[in-house]
């Protein structure tokens, strides 16, 4: 049990606490796509929600840990790690998921640990070896089977708009991934999370006070309700909460290419759901894309012996 309990508290736990979160925004993928579709949230409004929600719970859970002081240097440095990692990600990725098909947003996630390895390399000097990137190659190459074998699923309906959004929110959080890992491992996950989201509520809210005005929460003759504000409480409590506990845990333990290879299982979640409505069945295809997926994730995480 001890032995158990150390390997949690080392990279295994990081590798469980990524691959909880990337499940759950795999998810989230699909739920958020059908949130924003009920003509009640505008993005705008459903990012400032998120961040109200998720960020109460992580200043409530701080009251009963142990106080930790963050340093004066460390606190500017929390304003852009919020920015890139909470605000340019999930705002420009809630606007941009109304444009676009969750089929074509989980194919352009695909790239995250490309940028991240590109800008870890520069920023925190990850060495970049030909077994990443052929880690890297192997596992964006099972999601694109992956993705292209699911069915067409909408692709031509996505907007260039959509498509441009959905890319400047990843390569927002690869920057966050590759350049804030050193920031996040000096403290505890709840105390850096409690001021990420507490800084982005104060400076995003001049572009969202117009839209919560504005927002109807009784839902006027909306169908589905109870559905409806289902899926908001997953969105706060589990794909943003849960999941920025994870991601932060992740990155104290592991490098910023192994964090943000995890998102590969996104897609791969749509297409098990999708399986599992009734929407699409398993074959060879994707057999061998998830194969090469975890392949990939493996070679990624293989640290070589050193040659006496």
């Known amino acids: 049990m001890d032995k158990f309990n150390e390997a949690l508290k080392g990279k295994v736990g990081g ?7 990337y499940l759950i ?12 579709q009920s003509q009640i949230f505008t993005p705008a409004a459903l990012f400032y929600i998120r961040v109200a929600g998720a960020g109460l719970l992580f200043w409530l859970i701080s009251i009963f840990l142990p106080k930790e002081k963050v340093s004066k240097k460390d606190m500017l440095l929390i304003l852009p790690a919020s920015i890139l990692g ?6 420009l990725f809630l606007e941009g998921i109304v444009l676009t098909t969750p089929f074509d947003s989980g194919l352009i996630m695909t790239l995250i640990p490309i940028f991240t390895l590109i800008f870890a390399h520069f920023f925190v000097k990850e060495a970049i070896s030909w077994q990443k990137i052929i880690g890297i190659g192997l596992s964006l190459a099972g999601v694109v089977i992956l993705l292209l074998m699911s069915g067409t699923g ?17 390569m927002a959080f690869s920057l966050y991934l590759g350049i804030f890992g ?19 509520l104060v400076y995003s809210l001049p572009f969202c006070v117009g839209d919560l005005l504005h927002t109807d929460f009784t839902g006027g003759n909306t169908p589905d309700l109870p559905v409806i504000y289902a899926e908001l ?24 290419t192994v964090v943000s290879m995890y998102s590969y299982i996104q897609p791969i979640v749509a297409a098990v759901l999708g399986v599992l409505m009734g929407m699409d069945v398993i ?24 040659v006496n």
């Open 86 to 91: 909470l605000f340019l990600n999930q705002y």
């Open 15 to 21: 590798h469980v606490a990524l691959a909880l979160a």
């Open 182 to 200: 050193p920031l996040l491992q000096r403290y505890h996950v709840v105390t850096i999370n409690k001021w990420v989201f507490l800084y982005c």
């Open 233 to 256: 409480g997953y969105l706060v409590l589990f794909a943003t909460f849960l999941v920025y506990f994870c991601i932060s845990y992740g990155q104290q333990k592991l490098s910023p």
């Open 25 to 36: 925004y795999g998810v989230n993928l699909v739920s958020t796509k059908d949130l924003s």
């Open 154 to 170: 909408g692709a031509g309906t996505s907007s260039i708009k959509g498509i441009i959004l959905i890319t400047l929110s990843i």
């Open 283 to 306: 074959t060879w295809q994707k057999i061998l894309a998830i194969s090469l997926v975890f392949i990939g994730v493996y070679l990624v995480n293989l640290v070589r012996k050193p």
